[in-house]
């Protein structure tokens, strides 16, 4: 079990107000299960409601509140929002249109009229939750927000507590059922064995934070029993596909026909591009398929191509996770969907791995094919021989600076998973960070718990390597050594004295053709 009194000291030497954010670490948990438990998007059922807010005047404002579908999953006011802040640190001022929310920090909010208002009587607004754009700071970033239309013709957003305190880098905690407090002057805090006592983790079947650069693990939660990994999977399909490249047996240019059973996998309901028995495609736009848009059909296909069949090609999958020591992993297909058996009586396996396993395997995959997350960072891609443009999957890649990639998968029996690497650099050495993330579930809670972990983790590498925020020049506002198990630890994959040649010229191949800008 972590050493959750550790990671509390810990966080205490390394802040200058040691007593206030034990405190406020310590509820964080509270405000995060208060404002991230999952939305279901397939129901249009809001709550409306109030909650007390607490700056740093000392004022108490009321800002309204929209619970979606259930109690406590609660959306505030942003209208609200900026005039409990106007007078702080952390001002902001707002346009909301229909479909998109322009955030100005450090702004001048103009009051539109209503604002710190309870609700009218009468008022249950009937709206849906979508993953609007944001624009914060001259950048597009993505929210999961409920936009609603006033009486008086302006428009209102309501906004996640803990998404707005990770806009703003503020700290936020919940004292008391329905109130929240605002401290402008200290950065947003995450601890992960904090939010892992609460339980905040308890619909989560394991994740893991960790340096793929030095082997070091910051945080794990179940991270030594193996899960099954959907989608993720295709991370292997790569690297054995790169390998391939680097050995010079195959080309990214080679033309490949698409089989029958290719066919009939993008025909059915878990195809994602529509392919036709003895269409002509190429290699790089096989990978780019099964990386970004997560084709199961291009992955198929990429190991009918290499191995000859999917079943030779899973052998070596199988092959490669022994040779990693990838103690806790099995592949059953080369894509990450349920594997059904042929027997009389259905039964169907999945490809699964521990974090561990996966930490490993993505650490390997960096160090040797550093270029791969040239790919898995592209927002969107052109596919010339399928005359098709796709995008990618990966939602940090539009909220988080710094993501390089890598991959989403869900199933059904795995839930929603991501694969998350973020570059950074300690002043000498650039470093590759990765969050895994397990069996949320939904994509909205896996994008959320990701994006949290995410930061954690750049607050644990500035707090080990001793390196300063690049936005803020500022060190590390104290989190990290966690005091957990850290399981892998200091191990490091073999890595060839040289990179493979085959692969580097590869991939600038990949980028010079297929790369689109936005």
């Known amino acids: 079990m972590p050493n959750i009194d550790q990671e509390r000291k810990t966080a205490m030497k390394s802040s200058p107000r040691s007593i206030l954010q034990k405190l406020t670490a310590y509820v964080l948990s509270v405000i995060l299960l208060w404002t991230l438990l999952p939305a279901r998007t397939s129901a249009n059922f809001q ?9 740093d005047d000392g004022l108490v404002r009321t800002v309204k509140t929209l619970d979606y579908d259930y109690t406590n999953n609660t959306y505030l006011s942003l209208r609200d929002m900026a005039m409990v802040l106007r007078d702080t640190g952390k001002a902001f001022s707002l346009e909301i249109t229909k479909n998109a929310v322009t955030l100005y920090p450090g702004g001048s909010y103009t009051p539109v009229g209503g604002e710190n208002t309870p609700w009218e009587e009468g008022g249950n607004p009937d709206l849906a939750l979508r993953r609007n754009a944001f624009q914060v700071g001259g950048q597009t970033v993505y929210y999961y927000t409920m936009i609603l239309k006033q009486p008086s013709g302006s428009y209102d957003c309501f ?28 950065p947003f805090l995450v601890l992960p064995a904090i939010l892992e006592e609460s339980g905040y983790f308890y619909g989560v079947n394991s994740v893991l934070v960790g340096d793929a650069t030095t082997g070091e693990v910051y945080y794990a939660y179940h991270s030594d ?18 390998e391939a490249l680097s050995a010079g047996q195959i080309a990214l240019g080679d033309v490949v026909t698409i089989s029958e059973a290719a066919q009939l996998l993008a025909a059915s309901d878990d195809g994602v591009i529509p392919l036709e028995a003895g269409q002509l495609v190429t290699v790089q736009d096989l990978l780019l398929g099964a990386l970004l848009p997560s084709s199961n059909e291009c992955a198929f296909t990429l190991a009918e191509h290499i191995a000859g069949s999917e079943a030779a090609f899973v052998q070596r999958m199988n092959q490669k996770a022994l040779d990693l020591g990838l103690s806790q992993a099995a592949f059953f297909n080369s894509h990450g969907l349920p594997a059904y058996t042929e027997s009389p009586i259905p039964s169907k396996r999945q490809n699964r791995m521990s974090t561990q396993d996966m930490f490993r395997l993505v650490s390997y995959l960096l160090k040797v094919y550093p270029q791969v997350t040239d790919m898995t960072s592209l927002k969107a891609a052109t596919l010339p021989s399928l005359e098709l443009e796709v995008r990618n999957t990966n939602p940090l890649l539009h909220n988080q600076p710094g993501v390089t990639g890598l991959k989403t998968g869900t199933t059904n029996k ?15 050495t650039g470093h590759d960070l990765v969050v895994i993330v397990l069996g949320t579930e939904d994509s909205i809670e896996r994008g959320r718990v990701s994006a949290l972990l995410a930061r954690y983790a750049l607050d644990a590498f500035r707090h080990t390597t001793g390196s300063r925020d690049p936005d803020t020049g500022n060190d590390s506002p104290g ?12 191990v490091s994959p073999q890595t060839p004295g040289s990179l493979p040649t085959h692969a580097e010229a590869a991939v600038d191949q990949i980028l010079r053709t297929a790369r689109k800008k936005y």
Do not use: F, N
Not at 47 to 55: H, K, L, M, N, Y
Not at 159 to 186: C, F, K, N, R, Y
Not at 232 to 239: E, G
Not at 414 to 428: E, K, M, N, P, Q
């Open 225 to 242: 029993t193996a899960y099954p990994i959907a989608s993720t999977s295709k991370l292997m399909t790569c690297l054995l596909t790169m």
């Open 414 to 428: 795995a839930g929603a998973c991501l694969v998350t690497s973020l570059a950074v650099d300690d002043g000498i």
């Open 479 to 490: 989190s990290p050594d966690s005091g957990t198990e850290k399981p892998g630890a200091g």
């Open 47 to 55: 709550i409306p409601g109030t909650c007390q807010v607490q700056a």
């Open 159 to 186: 906004l996640m507590a803990a998404d707005l305190a990770l806009i703003l880098d503020m700290d936020i905690t919940a004292p008391g059922a329905g109130s929240l407090q605002v401290h402008t002057e200290d």
